[in-house]
């Protein structure tokens, strides 16, 4: 079954992107998305300190998605930064 | 009780282009069981560090044996969050991802630290921990057990989808045997963890009575 769901995505293989949560978010993800990832090889990895291109963009992907996330009830609040079991982790 | 794991990965490409291929690692053939991708959370804090939170949707994938165990109503899909802190100035990245659904069947949080290897600079090393736990009453042992080897099966398959993604990315082809050979491997871990796993549950659920 394995063999089979690779050969399914081969065919279209580099035109595959990922979708969002959000149905309706998935253009406005991968549009922010080809920003961030310019953006980031481009600018932040070499120290470029000028600002973020693309904080337009996020602000459009960020209204859509979260509105999707309240909508399917996915659990998200209150959950700290890299905050989980810290009693565990620390060993 | 908790599994704890441990391990270090080697990606034969630089830091930079290894948290390049980080932020494209989705979708690739060893990651079909991703359904979707979002990034919830971004900001570059005073010390310019990039801190990032992603939101994944997997399938969830209870084997058979073990989903006659489990309630009729539990959702197929699972939710999974994944933080990360990108500094730049020291050349580090650091992970955080767990699961924020059926955390109390079983619950999987991974830490990783991505770093230049000391051996050789243009490669990067990747300090893998993992704790597995379960609080299912009478399962525990047998779904940690299944936790953990899917957990290993499945850093087998991270590591193959970031060699196919940095592959790609450098311009070469990558080797459709290497997806044939990561299949074949997948499917012998399977078969033993489902073996063991499934003699754990016959043995608890002989014990207690539960569902």
């Not at chain 2, 730049?88 to 992970?95: H, I, W």
């Not at chain 2, 499945?154 to 193959?160: D, E, F, G, I, W």
């Not at chain 2, 871990?189 to 043995?203: I, P, R």
Request: aromatic share 12%.
């Amino acid at each position: 079954m394995f063999f089979i769901c690779y050969s399914q995505t081969v065919y279209g293989y580099s035109a595959l992107k990922m979708n969002s949560v959000g149905e309706g978010c998935t253009e406005l993800k991968r549009e922010y998305d080809q920003c961030f990832n310019r953006w980031f090889a481009e600018k932040f990895l070499k120290g470029d300190r000028s600002g973020d291109p693309c904080t337009e963009m996020f602000k459009k992907y960020q209204h859509c998605v979260q509105k999707a996330i309240k909508e399917k009830d996915i659990p998200i609040d209150g959950v700290e930064f890299m905050g989980p079991n810290k009693e565990k982790r620390d060993r | 009780m908790v599994k704890y794991f441990a391990c270090v990965g080697l990606l034969k490409s630089s830091w930079d282009q290894v948290c390049i291929a980080f932020w494209e690692r989705y979708p690739n053939p060893y990651s079909n069981h991703v359904l979707t991708e979002d990034i919830i959370f971004r900001d570059v804090t005073p010390s310019n560090r990039l801190v990032s939170r992603r939101l994944l949707t997997k399938t969830n994938r209870a084997p058979r044996w073990m989903e006659k165990y489990l309630p009729v109503t539990m959702a197929r899909h699972a939710y999974i969050i994944e933080d990360s802190i990108v500094d730049p100035q020291n050349r580090t990245m650091t992970t955080l991802t767990w699961n924020i659904s059926h955390a109390r069947m079983m619950s999987v949080e991974e830490r990783c630290e991505y770093r230049i290897n000391p051996d050789n600079t243009s490669w990067t090393e990747i300090n893998r921990e993992a704790w597995i736990s379960s609080n299912l009453y009478g399962l525990s042992r047998a779904i940690q057990e299944f936790g953990l080897a899917r957990f290993k099966t499945s850093v087998a398959k991270t590591m193959k989808g970031f060699e196919y993604v940095l592959a790609k990315m450098q311009g070469d082809t990558p080797s459709r045997t290497l997806t044939e050979q990561a299949a074949e491997r997948a499917r012998e871990t399977a078969l033993v963890a489902k073996e063991k796993a499934k003699g754990l549950a016959s043995q608890a659920h002989k014990k207690h009575q539960y569902v």
